[in-house]
């Protein structure tokens, strides 16, 4: 965990953007200047995508709280899954649809990219 950093994701989108490539997923942009500054938004298809750390935003699958400052843990990922649901729902307010992944997800890139592609065939 020890170079997990709390800002700009790259490993994630990049490995994300891999698999929109590689199983021809298209549309999307990144850098949408939106609330919660979505990793990659189909702006046709008013989809946005969030991939979430799992250290960071606490997978449920994934994360055990570190033994030292368990506190600060406890309150660091309430806050932050807090402000998730957050964004999620001001999004959602100006119809955009939320697809949130979790960080591990992306090692199945099949499952992935079959996700995602369903969420653009079942345009709003
Ligand atoms: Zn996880």
């Avoid at 490995?15 to 490539?21: D, E, Q, S």
Wanted: aromatic fraction near 10%; proline fraction near 3%; include cysteine.
């Amino acid at each position: 965990m020890r170079s997990v950093r709390s800002h700009g994701n790259r490993s994630t989108e990049l490995a994300l953007r891999t698999i929109f490539r590689s199983h021809h997923v298209t549309g999307w942009r990144r850098h949408i200047p939106l609330t919660g500054k979505p990793d990659f938004a189909f702006a046709t298809a008013r989809l946005v995508v969030f991939v979430d750390g799992c250290f960071w935003h606490g997978c449920p699958q994934c994360y055990r709280n570190p033994k030292a400052n368990k506190k600060f843990w406890v309150e660091k990922h309430r806050y932050n899954r807090a402000r998730d649901v957050t964004v999620s729902r001001v999004l959602r307010g100006s119809g955009w649809r939320v697809l949130r992944l979790w960080e591990n997800e992306l090692r199945d890139a099949d499952a992935v990219a079959q996700k995602v592609k369903q969420k653009l065939n079942q345009r709003a």
